[in-house]
């Protein structure tokens, strides 16, 4: 296996860009979405997710740590451009956060594949 050095940029360039890769056999995947507008039912089902986290939380306060996970998907869905990343690792935590509960645990599972499936 031959030695990876990175990419070495220098002088006064810019480089943007969500994936790169240099060298013999590289590979660099993209995972940006470029239409966050088909993130719309995503982000309608999880309102709804919140809401009803919200109203069972008082009984069951093991969700909270949930909720936080299901803002954290929201304020990353309401940025800029969204990091699938990001929204997929909450969505994680979200997951696992309400695994006892079979309904919500079934709305972020949906919810996640959703996600999975706008992933290019």
Same mark, same amino acid.
Request: hydrophobic share 40%; glycine share 10%; no cysteine.
């Given at each position: 296996?031959?030695?990876?050095?990175? *990419?070495? *940029?220098?002088? &006064?360039?810019?480089?943007?860009?969500?994936?790169?890769?240099?060298?013999? &056999?590289?590979?660099?995947?993209?995972?940006?979405?470029?239409?966050?507008?088909?993130?719309?039912?995503?982000?309608?089902?999880?309102?709804?997710?919140?809401?009803?986290?919200?109203?069972?939380?008082?009984? &069951?306060?093991?969700?909270?740590?949930? *909720?936080?996970?299901? @803002?954290?998907?929201?304020?990353?869905?309401?940025?800029?451009?969204?990091?699938?990343?990001?929204?997929?690792?909450?969505?994680?935590?979200?997951?696992?956060?309400?695994?006892?509960?079979?309904?919500?645990?079934?709305?972020?599972?949906?919810? @996640?594949?959703?996600?999975?499936?706008?992933?290019?």
């Amino acid at each position: 296996m031959s030695d990876n050095h990175g *990419i070495h *940029i220098s002088g &006064h360039a810019h480089v943007r860009a969500d994936a790169m890769a240099a060298g013999p &056999h590289a590979q660099a995947h993209s995972h940006k979405i470029e239409d966050h507008r088909r993130f719309g039912d995503v982000r309608t089902r999880l309102d709804a997710l919140l809401a009803d986290l919200r109203a069972d939380v008082e009984r &069951h306060p093991e969700l909270r740590e949930a *909720i936080e996970a299901a @803002e954290e998907v929201g304020r990353e869905l309401d940025g800029g451009e969204p990091e699938p990343g990001r929204v997929l690792r909450f969505l994680g935590v979200l997951g696992s956060g309400v695994e006892r509960f079979s309904a919500f645990a079934a709305a972020a599972a949906s919810i @996640e594949e959703s996600v999975r499936a706008l992933l290019p």
